[in-house]
T-cell receptor
Framework: AQRVTQPEKLLSVFKGAPVELKCNYS??????LFWYVQYSRQRLQLLLR??SRESIKGFTADLNKGETSFHLKKPFAQEEDSAMYYC?????????????FGTGTQLKVEL | ETGVTQSPTHLIKTRGQQVTLRCSSQ?????VSWYQQALGQGPQFIFQ???????GRGNFPPRFSGLQFPNYSSELNVNALELDDSALYLC??????????FGSGTRLTVV
């Protein structure tokens, strides 16, 4: 079974402070992990995926297979980062892949 | 512009009725997945279609069914609606098994 856990429902930080959104996963195979973001009144959109090792909008995430974690980090939070963040795992099922999402963390950046 | 359009945006149905939700994907997006997002939860995988064939299904009963058409549109049908079916239904499409683009969703309320 594949499972994604995001322990924090809400994370509140001040502008300019570092941000870390936690994500732990459970999967028996080799996982492919993603972070999705949903800004207010907008659709869910891909923020980054671990295999591309990109930095998007200053966010990075490193896959730690030993700790089964994929935490999302940003050194200096900006007001526009306030949004709902979902960690997701892509695993094989049948002939295709399915995304398993965590319950999400609401990030609130205060001035 | 993400290219994934869902209709209708909102819908109210009575318990026991049937509903059809529609999704229009970008040309070339052969894979389409449907997700159910209950309030305060992450999206839950319902099923996936690839080239008009179902190739994966989540933990949803048979009264949830789907179709994918050659013109890259798809449908989610739900029979015998229950109050717990009230949720946001998301369609996501991809040219392959990764890099899903999500629609804005259909908000279904069952009364």
């Amino acid at each position: 079974a594949q499972r994604v856990t995001q322990p924090e429902k809400l994370l509140s930080v001040f502008k300019g402070a570092p941000v870390e959104l936690k994500c732990n996963y459970s999967y028996s195979g080799s996982p492919e992990l993603f972070w999705y973001v949903q800004y207010s009144r907008q659709r869910l959109q891909l923020l980054l995926r671990h295999i591309s090792r990109e930095s998007i909008k200053g966010f990075t995430a490193d896959l730690n297979k030993g700790e089964t974690s994929f935490h999302l980090k940003k050194p200096f939070a900006q007001e526009e980062d306030s949004a709902m963040y979902y960690c997701a795992l892509s695993g094989r099922m049948g002939g295709g892949n399915k995304l398993t999402f965590g319950t999400g963390t609401q990030l609130k950046v205060e001035l | 512009e993400t290219g994934v359009t869902q209709s209708p945006t909102h819908l109210i149905k009575t318990r026991g009725q049937q509903v059809t939700l529609r999704c229009s994907s970008q040309s070339g997006h052969n894979t389409v997945s449907w997700y159910q997002q209950a309030l305060g939860q992450g999206p839950q995988f319902i099923f996936q279609y690839y080239r008009e064939e179902e190739n994966g299904r989540g933990n949803f009963p048979p009264r949830f069914s789907g179709l994918q058409f050659p013109n890259y549109s798809s449908e989610l049908n739900v029979n015998a609606l229950e109050l717990d079916d009230s949720a946001l239904y998301l369609c996501a499409s991809s040219p392959a098994d990764y890099g899903y683009t999500f629609g804005s969703g259909t908000r279904l309320t069952v009364v």
